[in-house]
């Protein structure tokens, strides 16, 4: 299973970005799927996450009402739709599938290479 991120980049803060996260094969639809993401001297944190029964989803605290996580199982890919961005959402984002569903996000069995947000003030 690969998963392949894109979208990231620079963004001035208030702005919005789309990352997308192609999958190899049609795992989105089998499991919870969902986005990560760390910055320097920190561990992984879950942004989101899509349950795979009702395509019920779960957000951390700190983006609930900031970002979405719409999937599209026709073309096996998955997005975090991003808005209102600040300073302090700049971190490497990484795409995640299979694993555990949690309660509360999921414990990944497949990562993504990551892509870059920079928001700068």
């Known amino acids: 299973v690969q998963l392949v991120e894109s979208g990231g980049g620079s963004v001035q803060a208030g702005g919005s970005l789309r990352l997308s996260c192609a999958a190899s094969?049609?795992?989105?639809?089998?499991?919870?799927t969902g986005w990560f993401r760390q910055t320097p001297g920190k561990e992984r944190e879950g942004v989101a996450v899509?349950?795979?029964?009702?395509?019920?989803?779960w957000y951390a605290d700190s983006v609930k009402g900031q970002f979405t996580i719409p999937q599209d199982n026709a073309k096996n890919t998955l997005y975090l739709q991003m808005g209102s961005l600040r300073p302090e959402d700049t971190a490497m984002y990484y795409c995640?599938?299979?694993?555990?569903?949690?309660?509360?996000?999921?414990?990944?069995?497949?990562w993504g290479q990551g892509t870059q947000v920079t928001v700068s003030s």
């Open positions: 094969v049609a795992i989105l639809s089998r499991g919870c």
């Open positions: 899509i349950y795979p029964v009702g395509g019920t989803t």
């Open positions: 995640a599938a299979g694993g555990l569903c949690l309660v509360r996000g999921m414990s990944p069995k497949y």
